[in-house]
């Protein structure tokens, strides 16, 4: 899922029109209780709709083709579709790009002749704190229905070799994604 700045500034644009609009009609209207809150309600989603904006035109300059949130892959087997991996960048999240982006495949497999879509395994009703809380309740979100299937396993070869692979990679991916955050800093401070 690709987020393109110019659409979405023409959008932000429109909706403070709108906003800024209604915040006049407030104003014009006796100043109650009910009506100062609308009025401040508007003050709020004028401010960050500005600041919305600001963010978008900066993305423009930096990036005026945009840039890739998420991405996945689907596949297809006769009338069905699988939903089979995806990622995401933590990069403005509040634009909901992973649902766009279900959405969007949803539609290509409807258009492509598939009759279902299958959101891929998960744990069945993990505990708040395991790591796959968040990914189950994404799906579950859309309404799915959850069906128990053979999972993933490890056939272990090597004892060994396969502990100390699972103890180094965890702290591997860790490092990494220190590394990408301390250099995604680097940049922010280095462009300001």
Do not use: C
């Amino acid at each position: 899922m690709k987020l393109e700045p110019k659409p979405v500034l023409k959008e932000l644009r429109e909706e403070l029109a709108g906003i800024e609009a209604e915040k006049v009609k407030l104003s014009e209207k006796k100043q109650d209780k009910k009506t100062l809150n609308k009025i401040n309600d508007a003050d709020n989603k004028i401010a960050k709709t500005t600041e919305l904006i600001t963010e978008m035109e900066g993305l423009e300059a930096s990036h005026p083709d945009g840039i890739y949130l998420s991405g996945a892959l689907l596949m297809f087997a006769g009338k069905k579709s699988y939903y089979l991996y995806g990622a995401s960048s933590n990069d403005y999240r509040d634009f909901l790009p992973n649902h766009h982006m279900q959405f969007a495949m949803m539609q290509y497999a409807r258009e492509n002749g598939a009759t279902s879509y299958d959101f891929g395994g998960t744990d069945n009703n993990p505990d708040k704190d395991s790591s796959h809380y968040g990914l189950w309740t994404f799906k579950k979100v859309w309404g799915t229905y959850l069906s128990e299937k053979v999972g993933e396993f490890d056939y272990v070869l090597n004892k060994p070799l396969y502990q100390v692979i699972e103890n180094v990679k965890p702290k591997l991916t860790k490092a990494k994604i220190n590394i990408s955050r301390k250099l995604k800093q680097k940049l922010i401070f280095q462009e300001n």
